[in-house]
């Protein structure tokens, strides 16, 4: 244990001798003057002090010195990313209300299922591959940045997906240590329509390589659709054929509404950390509920205070 304010830890040390020393030279005037005025066989015994008033202060004063101690926590280290395509294709209306609402959705369903102790990130890519949100388990904040993403612009698929694995795999001297490599998987949901940046099949081997496994979700009519975009018709298409082959390359799957498979590759895996935490709050709080203890002890057995 380590205190943050050593100097309060002293200081109320010598304040609470002070006032344990006067408390006893009071009591021991009031008995000699007790004795005086009564015979000795009819004087009271002094009783010691109950035991919660003499733990208290020992609480109370370790508090003042703000100790922190390691305290041992599981975490789950299972981690996943959501790579949404946002290019201006996703603005076609063949899923309704549009291939990107569609997409919204089902990260919200994936994420009602989804055990809540699993970190979950966002990346976007279109028109560029943006970390939207690095994982955590905060799901009011995955879902808020979620609502506000937008289609346009073209589409870097590759340029998502080695944003996705940056995020689970970082590069450093550890990189190949078994605890660097927790499970962890992508949840890619594009109409597969990649027109920029790099070749969406070689990030796949790079993911592969870092056994990240890409769970897809098509988007959009397999044939391409007519769709009104803003004051215009457009003929948007999809390829649904690099999703499964990006599914394929990496260990992954193609989904439907159904994220079992995704669940299984995400299940759970707890380690012991320790971290240190400022014990403050707790022993200012053991302190007074030891003081109401000893009062509650005092009224129960004698009908009075000590």
Do not use: C
Not at 182 to 201: V, Y
């Amino acid at each position: 244990m380590a205190f943050k304010s050593p100097e309060a830890l002293l200081l109320g040390a010598f304040l609470l001798g002070v006032a344990a020393l006067v408390a006893y030279l009071l009591g021991e005037a009031g008995r000699r003057r007790l004795l005086q005025a009564l015979d000795p066989a009819f004087a009271p015994r002094p009783k010691p002090l109950p035991l919660p008033y003499l733990l208290a202060p020992l609480l109370l004063l370790l508090a003042a010195g703000r100790p922190e101690a390691p305290v041992p926590w599981r975490e789950n280290l299972t981690q996943a990313v959501v790579v949404l395509d946002t290019s201006h294709s996703m603005a076609a209306d063949d899923e309704a209300p549009s291939r990107l609402e569609k997409a919204k959705a089902l990260v919200r369903a994936f994420l009602k299922g989804l055990d809540p102790s699993v970190k979950v990130g966002l990346v976007s890519f279109g028109p560029q591959a943006v970390l939207v949100l690095a994982p955590s388990t905060d799901r009011k904040a995955l879902l808020e940045a979620l609502a506000g993403l937008k289609p346009g612009g073209v589409s870097p698929l590759g340029q998502g997906l080695q944003q996705a694995r940056r995020i689970l795999r970082p590069e450093g001297p550890e990189r190949d240590l078994p605890e660097a490599r927790p499970p962890a998987a992508i949840l890619l949901l594009s109409d597969g329509a990649a027109n920029a940046g790099k070749d969406p099949l070689e990030a796949a081997a790079e993911l592969a390589q870092a056994r990240l496994p890409v769970f897809v979700r098509p988007l959009g009519d397999p044939r391409g659709a007519v769709s009104r975009i803003g004051e215009g018709l457009y003929f948007v298409p999809t390829d649904p054929g690099t999703l499964l082959r990006l599914a394929q390359a990496t260990g992954g799957g193609v989904l439907q509404e159904d994220f079992r498979p995704l669940y299984q590759a995400l299940k759970p895996h707890y380690v012991w950390k320790a971290s240190p935490k400022e014990l403050t709050q707790a022993l200012v709080v053991g302190g007074f509920l030891l003081l109401s203890l000893g009062a509650y002890a005092g009224l129960a057995r004698e009908g009075r205070w000590p």
